[in-house]
């Protein structure tokens, strides 16, 4: 197992101005000391969580480590996570921010699951005085600008981690090497990176890309869609999957075709499902993004913007890519 999120990140003392936090962050996630302190009212805050699909390994992570942390502080505040029944059901994350505004919440922490359209609810609940805290996967700039948003992002960044993943099948393809990318829903800002990023890999390491399609980080989904490159392309050598719900699909399809091993296959998430397949070469490797602290990181952050603190920008948090080596 990969070292925790937590362990990743440098303490830092209580006080943080605005302007530090921003440069900090453009290159770390800053601790935020001390633990979440005092109730800031004679009532303690109501936080909500709404995250993607909770069929998702990473989600379940998210909402474990979430919970954890929120019944570990449960004194200082109340606490309701909310997930949708798979990846494009968008109309169940608006209805649950829409209940916590109704619901007179304090803090919404959000991984959108649509970049654009979840800013129009977004902006309702900032305009009702409710702090929102866009974890994960970032909100759509143009679409903010538009509505009159302006607010910070907390999350990795998907270029640079699909990249890592990338490269390393570049390095173990070389030049030429012949590849296909399963890509995420294409409503999804970190869907678009991860794309890009995967492109970059093949550009660099001089890889041969057969086809790109969306299986809508769905494994079944995943699985249809390999099986189908496989009918097509006779010769893959390599599989990006962006993201390790995905990577699942294509080994399952891999596993059907007596192809397992010999098709190398990277991800991103690094969830226990996909471990042991890094371990047995079923799949070459993944990306670390510590998706069980990002939601507690989020409400810790949602708390000191109810104390008065202000964010902005991109504060970007930690990557890892995890191959065999990395795993015990």
């Known amino acids: 197992m990969s070292k925790s999120f937590e362990a990743t990140i440098p303490e830092i003392g209580g006080r943080l101005s605005r302007r530090k936090f921003v440069v900090a962050g453009a290159g770390s996630v800053l601790a935020l000391a001390g633990g979440v302190g005092p109730a800031l009212a004679d009532q303690k805050p109501k936080v909500g969580l709404v995250m993607k699909s909770l069929a998702n390994e990473f989600f379940k ?72 805290i866009n974890i994960d996967v970032e909100l759509d700039a143009g679409a903010k600008k538009a509505a009159g948003v302006d607010l910070a992002f907390f999350g990795p960044d998907n270029r640079a981690g699909a990249k890592l993943a990338g490269d390393a099948l570049a390095q173990k393809l070389g030049p030429g090497g012949k590849v296909v990318i399963l890509e995420g829903n294409p409503e999804a800002d970190n869907a678009v990176q991860r794309k890009k990023g995967f492109m970059d890999s093949v550009a660099d390491g001089k890889l041969q890309l057969l086809d790109s399609k969306t299986a809508h980080w769905e494994t079944e989904e995943a699985n249809t869609l390999m099986t189908n490159f496989l009918t097509q392309y006779h010769d893959i050598q390599g599989v990006m999957a962006a993201n390790d719900s995905m990577a699942l699909g294509v080994v399952k399809a891999l596993d059907a075709a007596g192809l397992s091993g010999k098709i190398q296959v990277v991800g991103f998430d690094n969830i226990p499902a996909v471990q042991p397949l890094i371990k047995n070469g079923k799949m070459l490797a993944t990306v670390e993004q510590y998706g069980a602290d990002m939601a507690a990181l989020g409400i810790q952050y949602g708390l000191k913007e109810m104390a008065g603190q202000t964010f902005t920008g991109w504060v970007k948090t930690p990557i890892k890519l995890i191959e065999a080596k990395d795993l015990t």
């Open 61 to 132: 992570q998210m909402q474990a480590g979430a919970e954890k942390y929120a019944a570990a502080n449960a004194d200082k505040f109340e606490f309701k996570a909310v997930g949708m029944k798979d990846e494009r059901d968008f109309a169940a994350q608006v209805d649950a921010i829409e209940n916590f505004v109704t619901q007179k919440y304090n803090i919404i922490v959000v991984a959108p699951a649509d970049s654009k359209a979840m800013v129009t609810p977004i902006a309702k609940a900032l305009k009702a005085g409710v702090r929102v």
